[in-house]
């Protein structure tokens, strides 16, 4: 009995024991990814695959064995011929259209564990398969140290103070907005005692307007989020608030807060300073912050 390489059963065939160019690819089946297009031509007796965006006859084309031509791409396969006219004939299969029919876009239910490089695309959803409900998918955040930040107030409306807004846009209808409020220190505009005021978060949907969220029960002029309450003539600081807000939207949502003014006397509400900035050491001014972060729902 003859042998090819070394004898006996605990000598396998390995790749040592063919020279090269003995073996060649045509001699078994294999799969094949040229660039661009696909020459064809000539008698296919084996089996064979081909990938590629286009295929073209260069000769007439006799398939005896299996000619499979795909691609991976969402298109049909397309077969042309050069300046000559030719034909395909013979007695094997050939099939031709794209490999992947189905293709896994939602990784929901699938285990496993995705690297540092992976990210996602307007066609693929990661899904419950890595963020479940509670996982944060995003955050914005505006922050601002700039004095020139007011708003005259109104006893009976929140009024939304200017640019101190931040906008962000949900991934999903399911998705909650948690809102986080840092006003550094504020100001009305008088030396008295006594002067208070209220704010709430705003929220405004793509080119809406804004409205009230986060606030309690009862009317307009109490059903706030929070209280400004200025006991003294100096500015004051660290007012902090959160609110969890159920948008139910996939279009951008922008957040701001709104100031109303309990004396009902139109006071203006000045951010991080003083009124009367500059007219003392003491008129120095701090930052205050909004961020937002889309949470799953």
Same mark, same amino acid.
């Given at each position: 009995?003859?042998?090819?390489?070394r004898?006996? /059963?605990? /000598?396998?065939?390995?790749?040592?024991d063919?020279?090269?160019?003995? =073996?060649?690819?045509?001699?078994?089946?294999?799969?094949?990814n040229?660039?661009?297009?696909?020459?064809?031509?000539g008698?296919?007796?084996?089996?064979?695959?081909?990938?590629?965006?286009?295929?073209?006859?260069?000769?007439?084309?006799?398939? &005896?064995?299996?000619?499979?031509?795909?691609?991976?791409?969402?298109?049909?396969?397309?077969?042309? *011929?050069?300046?000559?006219?030719?034909?395909?004939?013979?007695?094997?299969?050939?099939?031709?259209?794209?490999?992947?029919?189905?293709?896994?876009?939602?990784?929901?239910?699938?285990t496993?564990?995705?690297?540092?490089?992976?990210?996602?695309?307007?066609?693929?959803?990661l899904?419950?398969?890595i963020?479940?409900?509670?996982?944060t998918? *995003?955050?914005?955040?505006?922050?601002?140290?700039?004095?020139?930040l007011?708003v =005259?107030?109104s006893?009976?409306?929140? =009024?939304?103070?200017g &640019?101190?807004?931040?906008a962000?846009?949900?991934?999903? &209808?399911?998705?909650?907005?948690?809102?986080?409020?840092?006003?550094?220190?504020y100001?009305?505009?008088s030396?008295?005692?006594?002067? /208070?005021?209220?704010?709430?978060?705003?929220?405004?949907?793509?080119s809406?307007?804004? &409205?009230?969220?986060g606030?309690?029960?009862?009317?307009?002029?109490?059903?706030?989020?929070?209280?400004? /309450?200025?006991?003294?003539?100096?500015?004051?600081?660290?007012?902090?608030s959160?609110?969890?807000?159920s948008?139910?939207?996939?279009?951008?949502?922008?957040?701001?807060?709104?100031?109303?003014d309990?004396n009902?006397?139109?006071?203006t509400?000045?951010?991080?300073?003083?009124?009367?900035?500059?007219?003392?050491p003491?008129?120095?001014y701090?930052g205050?912050s909004?961020? =937002?972060m889309?949470?799953?729902?």
């Amino acid at each position: 009995m003859a042998f090819l390489g070394r004898r006996g /059963a605990l /000598a396998p065939l390995t790749s040592a024991d063919i020279p090269a160019g003995i =073996v060649e690819g045509t001699d078994v089946a294999f799969l094949e990814n040229a660039s661009g297009t696909q020459n064809l031509g000539g008698t296919y007796s084996t089996e064979r695959m081909y990938l590629n965006d286009s295929y073209t006859l260069t000769e007439d084309v006799n398939v &005896t064995g299996h000619l499979a031509l795909g691609s991976i791409a969402d298109e049909d396969i397309v077969i042309t *011929q050069d300046s000559t006219e030719r034909t395909i004939t013979g007695s094997g299969t050939l099939e031709a259209g794209e490999l992947l029919s189905s293709k896994q876009t939602d990784l929901t239910g699938m285990t496993g564990e995705l690297g540092s490089v992976v990210t996602g695309s307007p066609n693929l959803n990661l899904g419950n398969a890595i963020f479940p409900a509670g996982h944060t998918l *995003q955050t914005k955040s505006y922050f601002t140290s700039s004095n020139a930040l007011t708003v =005259v107030c109104s006893a009976n409306t929140f =009024v939304t103070l200017g &640019t101190f807004q931040i906008a962000i846009t949900p991934s999903s &209808t399911s998705s909650k907005i948690l809102v986080m409020l840092h006003i550094g220190s504020y100001n009305f505009s008088s030396d008295n005692y006594g002067v /208070a005021g209220a704010g709430v978060f705003k929220r405004k949907i793509a080119s809406g307007s804004f &409205t009230d969220i986060g606030g309690g029960s009862g009317n307009t002029y109490f059903n706030a989020g929070w209280q400004f /309450a200025q006991e003294s003539n100096t500015y004051y600081n660290g007012i902090d608030s959160h609110f969890l807000d159920s948008p139910n939207t996939e279009s951008e949502c922008t957040y701001g807060i709104g100031v109303a003014d309990h004396n009902n006397d139109g006071k203006t509400f000045y951010l991080n300073r003083k009124h009367n900035i500059g007219d003392s050491p003491s008129t120095a001014y701090f930052g205050s912050s909004i961020t =937002v972060m889309e949470i799953k729902g």
